[in-house]
């Protein structure tokens, strides 16, 4: 290295070719990402593309998008709790109280649906902020607190509902998230935004960069990947676009929820990678003793985290209802497990302070195509818990020797 | 020495029930200068840092930041007045990059998102500062580096909140040979830049490399301030174990 003034670098020097070696030596410390769940997607398309016909219709590659939403959702939630090695077993029928109480207040007490989807919302933050005092300033361990709560939920579901209680949603709002589609045009518009945004954020830090003097990279980077949004978007937007119905009526367009989730998706990630609030969250994840030093006020981060996952949680339980039209008094008690393991799946590590809500949206889909796959092939529920228990514990141990190798302390 | 003291502590008084660990300490650390403060276990080292930093306050005595009397009651107060502590465990956050942990906590913001580009100017200028040549890029994550880097962060991260007394804790206790060096003369380069400096350490060898002056603790008694060009080794260990003080049955304090 030179004596110039400029002798520190950033990691945004060099060409492209430098730029990738780089990237390569990133994956080779260990900080894979989401690089293997995208590497499994490719696995199991090809596997369930050769070994079922109906894998690769245009029916059911839409559906599968439709049931990963509700999967993504409640492991986005959990990623902001996993981030600070924390853990909530309770998410799922966090969902379920809330739209108890959204479906109870709209049958039994007359509410209009808007005023009742906000309290079910209120619901989710109360019961979120419930669980994070009492992780952070009672200091129990979160696995025990919301075990505690993952019970006693069933039960309040029970009393709020009555045994065996279903009720059907007749809110078309809400019915429309997973059962309607977008026109044709409204997907083209929806990818054109994402590509925008994609365009806008990238020259914006950009030009933050380069008004303080600093080298950016080369804008090539910017342009592959935007084109590579337009390429795989533009050609899921295609082919959701065509006539899936297997009747006389025509379906076709990108389901509803497909933007919703993007959007929250975008929000999240915004708010992790961009603003204190998230940079204290990784930094309380990471070590908390060093954060509280800093200044941060680590049981406060705690108690939003808690809050943001049950929120994100209920827009999950939102989802469901959507889907399959009622309400009832199982609903969320088995979502979890899976939310947890998606979130691993998709990269997102166990130990804390690493981790994105892209990495839990991939690792959601890998979840839903071994379950969309496996329910194709006709095998029995037996073999695909036994497939998921699988995957997750190959992923865990990914995750723990990934971090072996890039150098920090296995436990803490 | 003509010049004010960064710190100057007068009759400095704590004790833990019972205990009285603190017996009555004088001590002065000045600009541009680096000071050793040793002493065996249990000689009250610890609390006299911790006093200065505000995490446990002093039962008693005047403290003088830089001829002015305060009132150090917490470590947010002692932050605002330019006292840094480099710990031993060094505080940092392993899964962020250095810039991240140089600013935590004092985050740039901007629009009121995170002003990245800022920091991480600031970051690499306060790590030029200091010459420091080790690191290969400002954006490695803090697991990817040395023990003698990390040293190096946590001390460049009080350069960055400018601070004018720098307190470090054995910031050689777990280095090899050469990034204790690297270290120590990135503690000198510190103090050149006009820092009082602070260095709490058990490695003579090191004290007598970069401190320009050694203040001994005894049992809870400061029993000597010497300048290191007009001491020995020998001397220092006496004042260590106690052998000097009990010749005397005095306390004794020189130089300063």
Same mark, same amino acid.
């Given at each position: ?5 400029? @002798? !520190?670098? /950033? ?8 730029q990738f ?40 590659? %839409? $559906? ?24 909530? #077993? ?34 989710? #933050? ?15 361990p ?15 579901q ?20 997973? $059962? $309607? ?14 590509? =925008? ?32 949004? #337009?390429?795989? &978007? ?16 025509p ?20 708010v ?44 999950? *339980? ?6 399959? *039209?009622?309400?009832?008094? /199982? ?42 796959? !496996? ?7 037996g073999?695909?818990? !036994? ?9 865990a141990?990914?995750?723990?020797l990934?971090?072996?190798?890039s ?6 | ?6 710190i100057?502590?007068? *009759? ?26 040793? +002493? ?41 007045? +330019? ?20 600013? #935590? ?7 009121g ?18 010459? =420091? ?5 400002v954006?490695?994550?803090? @697991? ?49 830049? &006009? ?30 301030? !010497? ?6 080794? %020998?001397e ?6 106690g052998?000097?003080?009990?010749? %005397? ?8």
């Open positions: 290295m030179s004596n110039q003034v400029t @002798s !520190l670098a /950033s990691g945004h020097e060099g060409t492209l070719r430098d070696s780089q990237y390569i030596q990133r994956l080779k410390g260990g900080e894979m990402g989401s690089l293997p769940a995208i590497g499994a997607t490719i696995v199991l398309a090809v596997i369930f593309g050769f070994s079922s016909p109906f894998f690769f219709t245009k029916l059911n590659f %839409t $559906n599968m998008f439709v049931q990963a939403a509700e999967l993504t959702m409640l492991s986005s939630a959990l990623v902001f709790v996993i981030l600070l090695a924390e853990i909530d #077993l309770s998410a799922g029928v966090t969902a379920g109280v809330s739209m108890a109480v959204f479906i109870v207040l709209i049958k039994s007490f007359a509410w209009a649906w808007v005023p009742a989807l906000l309290a079910a919302f209120l619901t989710g #933050l109360l019961i979120g902020w419930v669980i994070g005092f009492i992780v952070a300033k009672v200091g129990v979160s696995f025990v607190v919301t075990l505690a709560f993952f019970l006693g939920f069933q039960g309040m029970l009393v709020l509902l009555g045994e065996g209680g279903v009720y059907r949603i007749e809110v078309p709002e809400i019915l429309a998230i997973m $059962n $309607n589609n977008l026109s044709a045009w409204g997907g083209w518009l929806m990818i054109a935004v994402c590509a =925008v945004v994609m365009l806008a954020l990238g020259y914006w830090d950009r030009g933050r960069r380069a008004r303080s003097g600093l080298v950016n990279r080369p804008i090539a980077i910017l342009y592959i990947k935007v084109a590579a949004l #337009l390429l795989i &978007g533009g050609f899921a937007v295609w082919f959701m676009n065509l006539d899936r119905s297997q009747g006389v009526i379906i076709m367009g990108v389901p509803i929820v497909v933007p919703f989730t993007i959007a929250i998706l975008f929000i999240g990630s915004f992790l990678d961009r603003t204190k609030f998230g940079r204290h969250l990784y930094a309380v994840g990471g070590n908390p003793e060093a954060a509280r030093r800093a200044g941060i006020k680590v049981a406060r981060i705690r108690i939003y985290a808690f809050m943001i996952c049950a929120f994100l949680a209920v827009i999950s *339980g939102v989802f469901h209802s959507s889907r399959i *039209g009622n309400v009832d008094g /199982s609903a969320g008690h088995t979502i979890v497990l899976s939310g947890v393991a998606a979130a691993v799946v998709g990269g997102v590590s166990l130990f804390g302070g690493r981790g994105k809500l892209a990495h839990a949206a991939i690792g959601a889909l890998v979840i839903t195509m071994i379950d969309n796959g !496996l329910g194709l092939l006709q095998m029995s529920a073999v695909n818990f !036994l497939v998921e228990g699988g995957v997750l514990l190959f992923a141990t990914l995750d723990a990934a971090r072996k190798r150098g920090g302390p296995l436990a803490r | 020495m003509s010049q004010l003291p960064a100057e502590l007068t *009759g400095v008084v704590k004790s833990f029930g019972p205990v009285d660990v603190l017996k009555g300490i004088d001590f002065q650390v000045y600009p541009g200068r680096v000071t050793a403060l040793v +002493g065996d276990n249990g000689a009250g080292k610890s609390t006299l840092i911790k006093g200065l930093s505000g995490v446990q306050p002093y039962d008693n005595g005047v403290v003088k930041f830089f001829g002015e009397t305060v009132d150090i009651h917490n470590p947010r107060q002692a932050s605002a007045l +330019g006292i840094e502590v480099v710990y031993q465990d060094l505080a940092l956050c392993e899964n962020l990059d250095i810039v991240q942990n140089m600013f #935590l906590g004092h985050e740039e913001l901007l629009t998102t995170l002003h990245e580009s800022e920091m991480e100017l600031q970051a690499t200028k306060a790590l030029q500062s200091l010459s =420091v040549r080790t690191v290969k890029s954006r490695q994550k803090v @697991s990817s580096l040395s023990g003698g880097q990390r040293q190096t962060v946590a001390i460049a991260r009080s350069v960055l909140r400018e601070a004018k007394v720098v307190i470090l804790d054995e910031p050689t206790a777990a280095l090899g040979v050469a990034q204790t060096e690297q270290v120590l003369n990135l503690v000198r380069r510190l103090a050149d830049s &006009g820092v009082a400096v602070i260095m709490i350490s058990h490695n003579l060898s090191d004290v007598f490399k970069v401190c320009d002056d050694i203040a001994v603790l005894y049992l809870g008694r400061m029993v000597a301030q !010497l300048k290191t060009s007009e001491t020995t080794n %020998t220092v260990i006496s004042y260590i174990t052998l000097h003080s009990q010749d %005397t049955s005095a306390i004794t304090v020189e130089g300063a």
